[in-house]
């Protein structure tokens, strides 16, 4: 009887310590997703880069930054998408391999993150992307089938979602996961995420969404966005697509396989320049 009394309450203890657990990261949830830096002490200008500084406004009013680094007589633009830490500064490293492929960058922070103002949520990240997407077409006139939505990490699920509702030459989708849901149980198998989950950044109904040709980068050694992740996205996207794999960790993988992942963008650029002569081609015929 007194085993089955000792029992009782040390199965109430752990409830209860599981109970304020699942509080704890319900609330925290904003914190945990979101981790922007304001501080921009470096720039394009410290490897070199010209660039200019720009302003512009969100659909719902919130001003916001960013960069334009334009590569010499290039015509594609990389719309890019970063991922849920530091801010543009922390992205000099993909800037200028960019610019090494001569590709301009158009690169932007969320509200919240840098020089940029409010804070960040699902729905303002998306509204984000919308408005950088529209200063690339309005007023710097770059033309939508020159425009590469490229998004890493939580940046992939911000870039699935803009691809979906414009019109674009491609989609580019590094490191990143299937919804806010999917990686959330990944780090925390032991609660019910999907019934507690604040967010959705569902990337793969984004993806089923997206007509323009997709690319998936992922490494194998992923170590915080699993690589079934990547295999998922590129299964639910529609042809024409293809799937890189790259190696290093999560942060890194693009700089530790550089040749690799080098070669996969000068590929991609080929294939896509190909596949737009193409349907040139078709539409004329």
């Known amino acids: 009887m007194v085993s089955i009394l000792v ?8 409830f209860g310590c599981y ?5 704890i990261l319900f609330y925290m949830q904003p914190t945990f997703l979101y981790k922007p830096v304001r ?45 849920n830490g530091g801010n543009m500064m922390h992205r000099l490293d993909s800037i200028n391999i960019f610019n090494s ?11 919240g993150y840098g020089k940029s103002k409010g804070l960040p949520t699902e729905e303002g990240t998306y509204q984000d992307a919308l408005a950088a997407y529209k200063w690339l077409t309005k007023e710097r006139k770059v033309f939508a089938e020159n ?10 699920s911000i870039a699935a979602q803009l691809a979906s509702i414009v019109e674009a030459r491609s989609l580019v989708i590094e490191s990143s996961f299937t919804s806010y849901a999917d990686i959330g149980k990944s780090f925390y198998p032991y609660m019910p995420v999907r019934h507690f989950a604040r967010f959705e950044y569902n990337t793969i109904d984004y993806i089923k969404k997206t007509d ?16 079934k992740f990547g295999l998922e996205l590129y299964e639910a996207a529609d042809e024409p697509k293809k799937f890189v794999e790259i190696f290093g960790s999560h942060n890194d993988g693009f700089l530790v396989s550089s040749e690799i992942y080098k070669k996969a963008w000068k590929d991609w650029l080929n294939f896509l320049e190909r596949y737009a002569n193409k349907s040139a081609e078709h539409q004329a015929g």
């Open 19 to 23: 109970c304020c657990l699942a509080v």
């Open 212 to 227: 323009c040709p997709v690319l998936i980068v992922h490494s194998r050694n992923d170590n915080v966005v699993p690589f």
């Open 147 to 156: 425009i590469i939505i490229f998004g890493r990490s939580l940046g992939g």
């Open 39 to 83: 501080d921009i002490p470096y720039s394009p200008a410290e490897l070199d880069l010209a660039f200019d500084e720009i302003n512009f406004t969100s659909g719902d009013g919130v001003e916001l930054t960013a960069w334009y680094v334009g590569a010499d007589g290039s015509k594609p633009t990389v719309l890019f998408c970063h991922g």
């Open 7 to 14: 029992f009782i309450k040390i199965a109430g203890v752990l």
């Open 101 to 111: 492929l001569g590709l301009n960058c158009f690169i932007f922070d969320y509200r």
